[in-house]
């Protein structure tokens, strides 16, 4: 390691580089070669194959923190103004919160790669969160590689592409960076360059109303603190992450405005809860504290609304054991056994909806059951109940978020039930824009964003259109709209509660609302 680290000194120092880019870094959880498995030993007393899964995961997260660590150390005693990062800005949900919390720690700031668009807003949410800086990386260049001999490398990337890329991550609070493969003589590619230039010309003409911007948000999905002695999220496999990206993909597509809440070192951090926020969802799997638990009971009593799944509703640690808290006016008996039924049946707009398990067995005290679901053998049980808490409510789903996949017509009135009507809605094409609203002091900063891959008219190709805006006024109270960078103000027509706006988002476009 040594012999490398004196290498990367004439990098660091000589041809003065700015800092060091750590590509995805891993280790294995179980490997055979003599160097880790004398550390193995060394650590643990025993060799890697008599231990078990979770010795191996938490010897091989340590092992990769540490090596950060060591690297980090290195470049900053060589070259002080040095930065550090690593690619992959790991989430307490997905890669477990020992490896997230560990990671954090050493970086100077976060960057993940975002070159599909699903991707950039699968990740938003997340990513706009981090308490450090954080960028996202689209490749420009058809390649990551030049074959030797050969001259720069192209793109197949449109203008269109890199304007959507830079409205998602620089509208989304996120920095970008574009990378090239430049030729082997250092030559650049000019039709690359351009689009770059495209990106620049986009951020330099709305930098103003980007810089010290926060998330607009109506709905916290509170997920309480990570705990550095965890190697995976409470409550089950690596895999809350993806649950809780489903969770936000869903809200999005039915007008709502998520954010994450959730303590990491680091990485994340609430203190109290956002403003805007008129919902706080619980999910399955959380790690609530004593201190976030009378967050939540504060919000309740103040009015506000609260829904929790499955083990949520005990607002504490998810373990194996269901409970709920006194708060959702029921008595938990556990879990169902599974081996009595497969499926939860319900009615639904006439037709039969199938849910899946698992499912928590509740007795109503002093809420009110709102859904019922048949199980076969068991008879009608409560789905969603509800119960008054003071001057708000707290509504329990006894069935987990990931439930919900085969019937997102139910998940839909859920939201609507628990949280009330959606922020924006665009009757045109309806899930073809992706929209976020950025808070800068007393202005929203909203940007409405096109999908590319959506096709119609003649040829069955890409086409802007005229669409219809509507923003919640109980949400999102402004009088003047101005679209960017124009700087062209807009009519605004009233509708019941909504304020209404006539908009060509070609490829995206960006708006300041004020009162």
Do not use: C
Request: charged fraction near 20%.
């Amino acid at each position: 390691m040594k012999r490398h680290f004196s290498k990367s000194t004439k990098l660091l120092v000589d041809y003065d580089v700015d800092g060091i880019w750590l590509d995805v870094p891993n280790y294995s959880t179980f490997s055979l070669d003599p160097w880790t498995q004398a550390a193995f030993r060394k650590q643990y007393g025993k060799t890697a194959e008599d231990s078990t899964p979770e010795e191996r995961r938490r010897f091989a997260v340590d092992s990769v923190v540490n090596w950060t660590q060591e690297i980090a150390s290195y470049v900053r005693n060589s070259k002080p103004s040095a930065v550090v990062t690593y690619n992959g800005a790991s989430d307490p949900l997905s890669s477990g919160p020992r490896l997230a919390i560990g990671m954090a720690r050493f970086v100077d700031y976060f960057s993940e790669e975002l070159h599909d668009p699903r991707a950039q807003q699968d990740n938003l949410s997340r990513l706009s969160q981090y308490v450090k800086p954080v960028e996202g990386g689209y490749l420009v260049s058809d390649d990551w590689f030049t074959p030797l001999g050969n001259g720069p490398l192209k793109t197949n990337q449109s203008e269109d592409q890199i304007t959507r890329a830079a409205a998602m991550m620089f509208g989304g609070g996120l920095n970008l960076y574009l990378a090239l493969a430049l030729g082997h003589d250092g030559t650049t590619d000019r039709g690359s360059i351009d689009l770059l230039r495209t990106a620049g010309k986009w951020l330099k003409e709305r930098r103003e109303y980007l810089e010290s911007t926060a998330n607009f948000g109506d709905v916290g999905i509170v997920l309480g603190t990570a705990d550095l002695n965890d190697l995976v999220w409470p409550g089950g496999p690596l895999s809350s992450g993806q649950e809780i990206v489903a969770q936000e993909t869903s809200l999005r597509k039915a007008g709502y405005l998520p954010v994450r809440l959730l303590n990491s070192l680091n990485q994340q951090r609430w203190d109290e809860i956002p403003a805007a926020v008129r919902t706080l969802i619980i999910p399955d799997r959380v790690n609530l504290s004593a201190a976030e638990r009378d967050q939540v009971r504060s919000f309740l009593q103040r009015g506000g609304k609260v829904l929790a799944f499955g083990r949520g509703a005990g607002l504490a640690r998810s373990d194996a054991t269901p409970k709920a808290h006194e708060a959702f006016g029921v008595t938990s008996a556990g879990y169902l056994d599974s081996a009595a039924y497969e499926g939860i049946r319900i009615e639904w707009k006439g037709k039969p909806v199938s849910l899946k398990p698992p499912l928590v067995l509740v007795r109503p005290k002093s809420a009110d059951v709102l859904l019922w679901g048949h199980v076969q053998t068991e008879g009608s049980l409560p789905i969603l109940a509800s119960n008054r808490v003071g001057s708000g409510t707290a509504y329990f789903s006894t069935l987990t978020e990931s439930a919900f996949s085969e019937g997102p017509d139910v998940l839909t009135y859920l939201w609507k039930e628990a949280i009330g009507e959606p922020v924006w809605r665009i009757d045109e094409d309806p899930g073809r824009y992706f929209v976020i609203l950025r808070q800068q002091k007393a202005r929203i900063v909203a940007h409405i964003i096109d999908d590319l891959t959506w096709n119609g008219g003649p040829m069955a190709r890409y086409r802007p259109q005229y669409v219809h805006l509507h923003l919640n006024s109980g949400v999102v109270p402004f009088q003047n709209a101005t679209i960017l960078p124009d700087k062209q103000t807009i009519p605004v027509t009233t509708g019941g509660s909504w304020r209404v706006l006539e908009l060509y988002p070609n490829v995206e476009i960006t708006l300041v609302l004020e009162k």
